[in-house]
């Protein structure tokens, strides 16, 4: 029987779908695979010397099909990336994978956001990635890089940052009570350097549900007196709040600001979209 995989390769890289009868011929595997391969193959160099090679079957199960649309949502909307790490976390503690078509566009927001690079991203992607990462040599950059720097950390140094304290290094319960202190000032809450913004803005730990209600008072205050714009940092304030908060908590805050000014409606509804979303995130796995 004539190997199909051939012909799979050249409708991808053509930009062509599978033919019903070409898919007859591939096993589950093939045709996952033949899926990863139209979607990745914009991403892959027109001009090859040889056939890609068939990739890594993938060996444990992936999500169920409830969740593809909560995925498709996250990746193809920009605002929504930042839920992305919160969706890899879900999908490992529930042992599943993403479907192999969505990994090229995973690989891709990962080339363009450094942060979103973890070792959480490397564990969720699986074995499919390292094949993937051959194929494009800007997803190869970073993706083999972090693998080299684990195995000789000596030669492949990461490069050097700006001192500055990881607040998601600290303990839980020490963050909590030095954030809980800091927001007792109300001027920490309007500098433009204040170390408390610095810290709920660029942790990735929950926040406390004692500090809800004085953020909520705080950004009434701030509502009123700098109207018809946002101070600088609160918007990244409030999509850290969307982030970091129960969903619901957040949604009955921004849910009463919605009619504010142009300025203001922007990044409430932007912030709202969000904390909307990880509350249908949260509601389907927890269906599933």
Same mark, same amino acid.
């Given at each position: ?10 409708a991808?890289?053509?930009?062509? !779908? ?18 990863l391969?139209h ?5 892959f ?5 040889? #056939? ?7 060996r ?18 920009p ?9 890899l976390?879900? #999908?490992? !503690? ?13 690989m ?23 094949? #993937? ?40 319960q020490?963050?909590k ?9 109300? !001027? ?12 709920l ?19 009434e ?24 908060t ?7 805050? #921004? ?8 300025a203001?409606?922007?990044v ?14 949260h509601?389907?796995? !927890?269906?599933?």
């Open positions: 029987m004539k190997d199909p995989w051939p012909d799979v390769v050249n991808a890289m053509c930009g062509k !779908q599978t033919s019903t009868v070409l898919k007859k011929g591939l096993t589950p595997d093939m045709l996952a695979s033949a899926y391969m979607r990745a193959a914009a991403k160099p027109r001009v090859r010397a040889k #056939l890609v090679l068939l990739p890594p079957a993938i444990g199960s992936l999500c169920p099909e409830q969740i593809i649309p909560i995925i498709a949502t996250i990746l193809q909307n605002i929504f990336h930042r839920v992305i790490p919160e969706l976390e879900m #999908l490992q !503690q529930r042992h599943w994978y993403l479907p192999p078509e969505w990994l090229p566009c995973v891709e927001i990962a080339t363009k956001r450094e942060a979103l690079r973890t070792p959480l991203l490397w564990k969720s992607l699986g074995p499919t990635a390292a094949w #993937l990462a051959t194929q494009n040599p800007d997803w190869a950059i970073w993706y083999f890089a972090q693998l080299r720097w684990k195995k000789y950390p000596r030669q492949f140094s990461p490069p050097t940052l700006p001192v500055r304290v990881r607040w998601a290094a600290l303990p839980y020490t963050w009570c030095y954030v809980l202190a800091l927001a007792q000032n109300e !001027q920490a809450w309007h500098t433009e350097n204040s170390v408390l913004l610095d810290v803005i660029n942790s990735t730990h929950p926040w406390p549900k004692e500090i809800i209600p004085i953020w909520a008072a705080q950004l205050r701030t509502l009123r007196q700098y109207t018809p714009h946002p101070p600088p940092l609160w918007e990244a304030l409030l999509h850290a709040a969307a982030l970091r129960t969903p619901m908590v957040v949604l009955d805050v #921004l849910s009463a600001h919605l009619d504010k000014p142009p203001w409606n922007k409430i509804i932007s912030a709202h979209d969000i904390a909307t979303l990880r509350r249908r995130m509601e389907v796995f !927890q269906s599933c």
